[in-house]
């Protein structure tokens, strides 16, 4: 197949943060010229250390992609837009509603707006969440499934899908909605638990404490390796038939959540489980067991996940045994 990314303009918001720099090593693999622009705000996982090696292959912008002045002459070049800069924690939207507001759903906003003004032409993929689906209606959820976010978060990664799909049927600005899972895997911060609890409950095993479960930990998760949504991300830029599509991102695969977490402590070999009751404001966002369906993605692509659960902790655990100091 032809490389479709070779000497393409990419652009990826939000670079410096876990799947954004797993994106961009595969993109300069595929001979893309990579654009990043990403405010580096460590607590979110902008981290310099991703890109190591690796500077001056890319054209790095350290600066907000909500400024119209800064953003504006990255679109005009790129011919495919990665947009996943955002604010990545349920729990702090609640916290911090307005902030989540203008980097959830205004920096779309503004990206759309500076592409219909200045390059229609640039299609747009955009990370989108589970969380949109909020409490599951089916066992399976599909694309079609009814949207009920229960968080802060959800509500304005929804209200970034509306603009884009909106845009798209007014204006002609391509775009494709990818709603992601649980991801996890190498480059993913580990300075607390508000991002991935995969990743910071490697560190705790790592440091040998207690990992602290809420309920029973019966709840189901798709849990899916940074790896294959790279890929994944990758086949949708280049299909033609992803356009215009809201698209689910996941393994395919459900676990228990306490199963994870001794699969977190089997493999490090090290760490201890402790099961504790839900706090407050943890339950009212729970969304239950989730099961998503992957077919589309998969007819439209060929797209398939490769790495299992456990393979992709091992993956995860030996990359933080050489680099954790950078991520804490």
């Known amino acids: 197949m032809v490389n ?3 000497n393409k303009n990419v652009l990826i918001t939000g670079g410096l943060g876990f799947i954004g720099s797993n994106l961009t090593h595969k993109l300069i693999e595929l001979g893309a010229n990579v654009s990043i622009i990403d ?3 460590p607590l979110y996982g902008g981290n310099s250390f991703n890109i190591l090696g690796k500077e001056e292959k890319i054209e790095l912008v350290v600066n907000d992609v909500r400024d119209t002045n800064v953003i504006r002459p990255l679109i005009v070049k790129s011919d495919i837009i990665f947009h996943l800069a955002a604010q990545v924690s349920y729990i702090d939207s609640l916290n911090i509603p307005f902030e989540d507001l203008d980097l959830n759903a205004r920096a779309t906003l503004n990206i759309l707006e500076t592409c ?40 304005h990664k929804l209200t970034s899908e509306k603009y884009l799909l909106m845009y798209y049927k007014d ?10 899972t649980n991801p996890y895997g190498p480059r993913q911060q580990v300075k607390h638990s508000k991002y991935s609890l995969v990743g910071w409950f490697i560190r705790q095993a790592m440091e040998d404490k207690v990992i602290k479960i809420y309920g029973e930990g019966l709840q189901l998760r798709d849990y899916i390796f940074v790896d294959d949504i790279v890929d994944a ?18 393994s395919g695969t459900s676990s228990k959540f306490s199963d994870m977490v001794h699969s977190v402590v089997k493999c490090v070999k090290s760490g201890k489980v402790e099961y504790i009751p839900w706090p407050e404001n943890y339950e009212k966002v729970e969304t239950g067991d989730i ?3 992957i077919s589309k993605l ?8 490769k790495v299992t659960l456990e393979e992709g902790i091992h993956l995860t655990y030996e990359y933080y045994k050489k680099y954790i100091s950078n991520y804490i």
């Open 298 to 305: 998969q007819k439209l692509t060929s797209w398939n996940p």
């Open 171 to 180: 204006f002609g600005i391509p775009c494709s909605i990818l709603r992601l």
């Open 4 to 6: 479709y990314y070779k």
């Open 233 to 250: 991300m990758i086949k949708c830029g280049e299909t033609e038939n992803a356009i215009g599509e809201i698209i689910n991102i996941g």
């Open 39 to 41: 405010n580096l705000n």
């Open 116 to 155: 219909r003004k200045y390059n229609p032409k640039s299609k747009i993929i955009f990370s989108s969440s589970r969380m949109v689906y909020g409490k599951a209606d089916k066992p399976i959820i599909t694309e079609l499934g009814e949207t009920n976010p229960l968080s802060l978060y959800g509500i």
């Open 291 to 293: 099961n998503v369906d």
